[in-house]
C-alpha cells in the first residue's frame, strides 16, 4: 500500500517532544513491512535546509485570501522520504507553535492551511495513497476536508495527547472554506470555538493512541478533557498502539559518548556521569546518584510536585540536571532554583540529540512524575542508557515499566501510585537507598539495559488497521 503520514514535528531537526520522535521511527519500520511510505511535515527552515524543490505547487484559499505553497524532498537518516510544504509566511520561524512568551496568534490560520496542503498534496501523488496517517490536532482537518470534498481517500488519526486540541474562536472558522453545516456539534463545533481535534475524532475513519491505559483514560472525565463523550462516540474504531524504540538511534556502545558502553560492560557509565557534571559546571558526587528530568515545561510533567522537594533532595549529595522548554513561569522558577543551588542543579531550556544522548548515559536516575503520560518515551530511552526511572504509573508509563522488586529482583524502574509529592519524595528516597547498595542497584540498571520496546511490532498493529481501512 501507499501510506502518507502527516505531522507537525519530526526529530531530530524540528520536535519539541514525543510525537516527533514517534514520526522519525514508525515511517521507517512501516516501510520495511514493504509499504511506499512518505512523510508530509511543514516547511520549518530546519527542515528545509538540504531539501530540493520538486515540481509540485498549489494554491491554498485561507478565507478570502490564496496562499501558495510548495514542494520539497529530503530523505530522512533512516531513508524515510520527507515532503516538506514550503510557505515562507507560515512555517519560516524559529519556533514551531510559539516563542519564549506565547503561542503564535495565527496557528489556527497555520495548521489549517497545513492540513488544506496535505489533502492537495495526497489528490497529486502517484499512485494516490491508501491512507493518508494524520497526528493530533495539527492535521486533524484533513479528515472533514476529505469528507467535504467527498475524495476516496482514508484516514487514521493518531492521538498522542488529546490535552491539545486545537482550540480557536469561532471567527477563525471561514479560514477552513468548509461548508457552514461543519460549525455545529456534530463538527467542528465545541462551546462556541472551533477545535480541531474534535473535528478530526469525528470524521476520521479509524483512530489510534498510544497505550491501553491512555486509551481507557480518554474516554473518562477526568482524561479526556472535554473531549470524552465524543471519544465515547468513536470507542469502537479507537485502538491502542503502543511506541517502541529505535536501537539504532538510541544506542551507548555507538553514540558519540565521552566513554561508550553496553549492558554487559557499564565502566563507561561512570566516565560518562563524571564527564557530564564537568561538562555542567556541578560538583562531582561521592554518595547521592545525578537525578535528570527531560520534557515539556508543562503543569502536566509534574514540575510542581518536584519543586517543593529541591532543597531535601540536594541535602542528600545529589545532584539535578532539568532539560526542556516551555511555559514561561516554569523556565522562571527552574532559573531561579539552578540559581539558588549552582553547584547541585543545572537548568537548560535547550538541547539537541547528542546532549540529550549524554545526559542519559550520565545519569543515574530519570525523574517522570507526570500527572498523565500518554506514552512516556523518554524513560524508555531512559532504559537504554541504564538511567532508573523513578515514574508516576500512570498510562503508558505503567505499562511499559515494572516496579523493582527486592525479594526477586525483578523489575526495571522505581514506581509510585498516588499523584503527590510524598510520594515522589518516598520513591526518590528509595533510589537514594537502593543506590547505596551497589549489588541492587547494578541488578536493576541489569534489568533496564536489558527491555525491549520493538517499532516492528507497532508496525504490525498499524499494518492491519490500515489493511482494514483499505479494504473498507
Not at 530546519?46 to 478570502?64: N, R, Y
Not at 485502538?239 to 553496553?262: H, I
Request: glycine share 8%; aromatic share 10%; proline share 7%.
Amino acid at each position: 500500500m501507499t501510506i502518507l503520514f502527516a505531522a507537525s514535528e519530526v526529530a531530530p531537526l524540528a520536535s519539541t517532544g514525543g510525537l516527533g520522535d514517534v514520526m522519525a521511527s514508525l515511517p521507517a519500520y512501516v516501510s520495511n513491512l514493504g509499504h511506499d511510505v512518505a512523510v508530509a511535515l511543514p516547511g520549518y527552515p530546519g527542515l528545509l535546509d538540504g531539501a530540493e524543490p520538486i515540481d509540485v505547487e498549489f494554491s491554498i484559499p485561507l478565507g478570502d485570501v490564496t496562499h501558495t505553497a510548495s514542494v520539497y524532498e529530503r530523505l530522512s537518516p533512516n531513508g524515510t522520504q520527507w515532503l516538506i510544504i514550503r510557505c515562507d509566511p507560515f512555517f519560516s520561524r524559529q519556533g514551531l507553535y510559539g516563542d519564549a512568551k506565547a503561542p503564535y496568534p495565527d496557528n489556527a490560520a497555520r495548521f489549517v492551511f497545513f492540513s488544506k496542503a496535505v489533502v492537495e498534496l495526497a489528490r497529486r501523488l502517484q499512485p494516490c495513497p491508501d491512507v493518508i496517517h494524520i497526528n493530533d490536532w495539527h492535521t486533524a482537518l484533513v479528515p472533514l476536508i476529505i469528507r467535504d470534498q467527498n475524495l476516496p481517500l482514508k484516514t487514521l488519526l493518531t492521538l498522542h495527547n488529546v490535552q491539545h486540541q486545537g482550540a480557536f474562536w469561532a471567527l477563525d472558522f471561514p479560514l477552513t472554506n468548509l461548508s457552514p453545516g461543519w460549525f455545529n456539534p456534530g463538527g467542528l463545533e465545541f462551546y462556541g470555538k472551533i477545535n480541531l481535534l474534535k473535528g478530526g475524532i469525528l470524521t476520521a475513519d479509524a483512530l489510534t493512541t498510544v497505550s491501553s491505559s491512555y486509551k481507557a483514560n480518554i474516554l473518562t472525565s477526568e482524561g479526556g478533557f472535554g473531549l470524552e463523550k465524543v471519544l465515547q462516540s468513536r470507542k469502537s474504531d479507537l485502538f491502542a498502539v503502543p511506541n517502541g524504540v529505535d536501537p539504532k538511534l538510541w544506542n551507548p556502545a555507538s553514540d558519540t559518548l565521552p566513554a561508550p558502553f553496553t549492558a554487559a560492560d557499564r565502566t563507561g557509565k561512570a566516565v560518562c556521569k563524571a564527564a557530564l557534571l564537568k561538562e555542567l559546571g556541578l560538583a562531582s558526587t561521592t554518595s547521592g546518584p545525578l537525578y535528570v528530568m527531560v520534557g515539556r515545561l508543562a503543569d502536566q510533567k509534574g514540575f510542581d510536585l518536584l519543586l517543593p522537594l529541591l532543597p531535601r533532595l540536594f541535602a542528600t549529595d545529589s545532584r539535578l540536571i532539568i532539560v526542556g522548554d516551555g511555559e514561561p513561569t516554569l523556565r522562571r522558577d527552574l532559573l531561579a532554583a539552578a540559581r539558588q543551588h549552582p553547584s547541585k542543579m543545572a537548568f537548560y531550556n535547550e538541547w539537541d540529540s547528542d546532549f540529550s544522548k549524554r545526559l542519559l548515559a550520565g545519569a543515574d536516575v530519570l525523574l517522570m512524575p507526570s500527572h498523565f503520560e500518554p506514552s512516556g518515551l523518554t524513560p524508555l530511552y531512559g532504559l537504554r542508557y541504564g538511567a532508573i526511572p523513578v515514574a508516576h504509573a500512570t498510562g503508558g508509563l505503567q505499562e511499559h515499566l515494572a516496579d523493582f522488586d527486592l525479594t526477586s529482583g525483578k523489575g526495571n524502574a522505581l514506581l509510585y501510585f498516588r499523584d503527590s509529592s510524598a510520594a515522589l519524595w518516598d520513591s526518590i528516597q528509595r533510589a537514594h537507598h537502593l543506590f547505596q547498595d551497589t549489588i541492587r542497584w547494578q541488578q536493576l540498571v541489569q534489568n533496564a539495559m536489558a527491555s525491549q520496546f520493538r517499532w516492528e511490532e507497532a508496525a504490525i498493529r498499524y499494518d492491519s488497521i490500515y489493511r482494514r481501512l483499505a479494504a473498507s
